[in-house]
């Protein structure tokens, strides 16, 4: 089942207007610049805004159809969605925060505690904080108890924007895990991590100025982003590895320098421009650097991105000039190095 969108939200001298945009099951990153219709998207699905033109389908039902009369409203549709500011219910303990959902769809008390308690246990807040207001509470918990209280109800679609941007690492890693094995047939996130991108989404929505410009798996995306801002953003190389101090030893056995201290699993991200290609092993000290084959070319005009296997398989950006003064083609062999400070370390 899919979600359907075909349709136009207006704001005063703006508009998003997607036009056939299927959401398949299974985690869709929407991504896009400020401003580009990401979160209009999500609370258009949501049943916040509602649509002026078109139609929108979820699951096989209308939820949406100005033409035909038809809105089902947001307590009526099988749809969770965590804010990014949260929107927890000042005047409720966060147990209840937890359990609202359940008891709209009428779980009597205890049992909506239990499950609401369940649940707070799973995306790690302790218990004693359940009997907590949420202004007693860091950003961090108020957004994990945000997550809770979506999933609570078991929805057929969630909607999480930038639902990792207030949680230290330990809850990231959690709620990453979580957000993988959640239970909605259809899970929308609205983020601009690439980490979440390469970590958890299957599909990839590009927005632009309220226009869907590109849709696809990752890698189609990558190689036709539809936008600077998207070419830039999946651009962004995410490598998984084991920190100790100020270097991380990656999955493919090649150990990174950083620049920054971190232990435990990590993930090292880097734009395609910080990697440097050359013919020959790089001269001087430059302490990552490694071996590896060119998969791919992709000439855009005046750049060329690259696509790289070997120990990392990243993707390098440089100047047409460049690609073809190494001469750079399918199956060649090179040399790729990265400078430490150019490299971020993510957890």
């Known amino acids: 089942m899919?979600?359907?969108?075909?349709?136009?939200?207006?704001?005063?001298?703006?508009?998003?207007?997607?036009?056939?945009?299927?959401i398949d099951e299974g985690v869709t990153a929407v991504i896009g610049a400020n401003g580009a219709g990401k979160t209009t998207l999500g609370r258009a699905v949501a049943g916040l805004d509602r649509l002026q033109a078109g139609r929108l389908v979820i699951a096989g039902s209308v939820a949406d159809d100005p033409a035909a009369g038809v809105f089902v409203p947001a307590h009526r549709r099988r749809v969770g969605m965590v804010f990014q500011d949260h929107r927890l219910f000042g005047h409720l303990r966060v147990i209840d925060n937890a359990a609202f959902g359940l008891r709209r769809a009428g779980a009597n008390r205890t049992d909506a505690r239990r499950q609401a308690a369940a649940l707070l246990e799973r995306v790690g807040v302790d218990s004693s904080a359940w009997s907590r207001r949420p202004a007693a509470l860091s950003g961090g918990q108020r957004q994990r108890v945000a997550v809770a209280r979506a999933l609570a109800p078991q929805p057929d679609v969630l909607i999480v924007d930038e639902p990792l941007a207030s949680v230290d690492s330990a809850g990231r890693t959690r709620l990453r895990s979580l957000l993988a094995e959640s239970p909605a047939r259809h899970v929308i996130l609205i983020t601009h991590d690439p980490v979440d991108v390469a970590t958890l989404a299957h599909t990839v929505v590009v927005l632009d100025d309220g226009t869907v410009v590109s849709r696809g798996s990752t890698a189609a995306v990558a190689a036709a982003p539809g936008c600077e801002w998207a070419g830039r953003f999946l651009g962004a190389n995410v490598v998984a590895g084991q920190a100790r101090g100020t270097e991380v030893a990656t999955e493919g056995g090649l150990v990174l320098t950083v620049a920054e201290e971190a232990a435990g699993p990590v993930y090292v991200t880097f734009g395609a421009q910080a990697v440097t290609?050359?013919?020959?092993?790089?001269?001087?000290?430059?302490?990552?650097?490694?071996?590896?084959?060119?998969?791919?070319?992709?000439?855009?005009?005046?750049?060329?991105?690259?696509?790289?296997?070997?120990?990392?398989?990243?993707?390098?950006?440089?100047?047409?000039?460049?690609?073809?003064?190494?001469?750079?083609?399918?199956?060649?062999?090179?040399?790729?190095?990265?400078?430490?400070?150019?490299?971020?370390?993510?957890?």
Do not use: C, M, Y
């Open 2 to 22: 899919t979600v359907s969108f075909d349709g136009r939200v207006a704001r005063e001298g703006w508009a998003l207007q997607a036009d056939g945009l299927d």
């Open 277 to 347: 290609l050359h013919r020959d092993r790089p001269a001087g000290s430059a302490r990552n650097a490694w071996q590896a084959e060119v998969q791919r070319v992709d000439i855009d005009g005046e750049r060329a991105r690259i696509h790289l296997t070997g120990p990392l398989e990243v993707r390098a950006d440089v100047t047409r000039r460049s690609a073809d003064e190494l001469r750079l083609h399918p199956g060649l062999g090179v040399w790729a190095s990265l400078k430490a400070t150019e490299l971020s370390v993510v957890t």
